[in-house]
Each structure stands twice: as C-alpha cells, then as structure tokens.
C-alpha cells in the first residue's frame, strides 16, 4: 500500500508543478541571481544566453542578478544594463555596489534613474567586501536607496560582523524607506531573521537562497514572519532554480504561502509588468 504525502495530492500547487513541470498562473521571480564565471568554482551554466535557456526551462518569469564581474572585478555596472537588455523578457538586475570604490558608487548612482526598468535596485556584499553594512562608506548608497524606496538586496549571514543580524536590524530601523531584501535570510540566525521584520516598518523581506536545502527551515520562517515577508531566490549560478522551487514546494506551509513566496509578494511590491 502506497501514501500520498500532503505535496503529492491531486489539486495542489505541487502537484500540478510535478505534472507539468511549469505552472502558467504561478509564474516564479528568482530575486538573488548572479552572472559570469567565479574562480572559486566550474559552473555548468554562467553566461547570459544559457541562463535565459534554464530560466525558460524552469518556469522563471525574471532573474534579478549581479554580475560577478561587478562584484569581484573590473567590470562596470554599465555593461550589465546592456546584458538586460538583450535579455528582456526575462533579465533584470541590481547595480553592483562596491565600497572600496566611492567614486563608481556616485557615477553609477547618478545614472540609475536612466537604467531602469533593468536595474531594479542594488546589491551589498558587506561581508565579501569586509565593510559593515553601517560603516560610512555605504552611507550615499542608502541615502540614495532611501529617497526613492528602492530595494536593496544584503548579503546576510548570521554571525556576521558585516551584516549579521544586529547590525541589518540597526540599518533597517536608520532607513525605513529602504526595501531590505535580506539575502540568505540571515542564515542560522532566526532570532535575527524574525527581528528584523517584526521591529521595523515593513520594510523587510527575506530572500531564501541556500535555505530551500534545510530540512524544516521555510516552515519554521513562515511562521516566524509569515509568507507575505518572504522572497524567492537562489544564487542562480550557484544554486538551480529546480532545487529551490522544489524546496518551497515540498514544504509543508498552504498553497498560498507558496504562492506568495513564488511571485505574489514581488508583484505587490514591484507589480506585474517591470
Ligand atoms: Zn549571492
């Protein structure tokens, strides 16, 4: 005798994505993505056009990424709006943000407004980088971020001496007009995780990527939080969108907590067409 598991069940969203493998009116928004080669590792898939190609294959509806070039090299954020836009049914991105390099954060800043609607918002990476996310360095950026209301996607990690938990919730409670997506939902650290959204002005999304793979982990920050605070992504070279769709999926929260996680929450905030 065989059991059906609640994920298994005719009629659910899981269902229906282990049927047909893509699921038309619950479209997918990746919002951690990257792009290029990294010399820390081989990835199979790295360069635009095979990105696109997995991002069809997965139901994907946009990757929102930051060039590893950008982030660890020479390469300007300028180039990355070209990338978009070859791409742009499926590709948008976020504006690299380095603070070793304060005059790039003031050129490319300046010219935001002109890259959109392929930049959607800016990428920290203060843990990489070895600069606290409150240290003066970043501070134009989030003036900036905060003028406008525009998200920035952190890095977080919990533990972190550059953007663990206490100081995320310091920077999101100095700029409430930020929309903080906490990149890998300060990993490890739920006290964080939950503090973050629950003592700020809801300004606050966590953002998945690395958790999918945690047994238990998306049920314990639905709770937490609640999934309308919560964003799909996944590292996207680093992570495949397969694995962590399959995680939200097979976790044991309804049907429209995985909606919302999936794609409601980014329409709320970013609407249907961007
Ligand atoms: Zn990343």
New binding site residues.
């Given amino acids: 005798m065989t059991t059906t598991s609640f994920w298994e069940e005719k009629g659910s969203l899981a269902n229906a994505f282990w049927t047909n493998g893509i699921v038309p009116d619950c479209p997918v928004y990746d919002m ?1 993505g ?1 792009m290029g080669a990294h010399n820390a590792i081989y990835f199979k898939r790295c360069e635009p056009a095979d990105v696109v190609a997995h991002l069809k294959r997965c139901g994907v509806k946009h990757l929102v990424f930051s060039h590893h070039h950008v982030l660890f090299g020479n390469m300007r954020n300028e180039k990355v709006v070209d990338i978009c836009r070859a791409f742009p049914e499926h590709l948008r991105m976020y504006v690299g943000i380095n603070p070793h390099y304060p005059d790039r954060i003031r050129e490319d800043l300046a010219r935001f407004e002109q890259w959109r609607p392929w930049a959607v918002g800016l990428k920290f990476l203060c843990d990489y980088y070895q600069v606290p996310v409150t240290a003066p360095e970043l501070a134009y950026a989030l003036d900036f971020a905060n003028e406008r209301g525009i998200p920035i996607l952190n ?1 977080t990690w919990g533990g972190s001496k550059y953007d663990g938990g206490p100081l995320m919730l310091e920077v999101a409670q100095k700029y409430p007009n930020v929309k903080f997506f906490m ?1 890998h939902s300060i990993y490890r650290d739920t006290e964080y995780s939950r503090r973050v959204v629950t003592e700020t002005a809801g300004n606050v999304w966590l953002e998945l ?1 690395a958790i999918p793979g945690d047994y238990g982990y998306i049920e314990r920050l639905v709770k937490d939080v609640g999934s309308e605070r919560i964003l799909f992504g996944t ?1 996207m070279p680093w992570f495949d969108e397969f694995q962590g769709i399959g995680g939200v999926l097979s976790a044991e929260i309804t049907d429209d907590d995985k909606r919302n996680i999936l794609y409601r929450n980014v329409e709320r905030l970013l609407g249907k067409e961007w």
């Fill in positions: 951690h990257h890095h990149g990527t590292d």
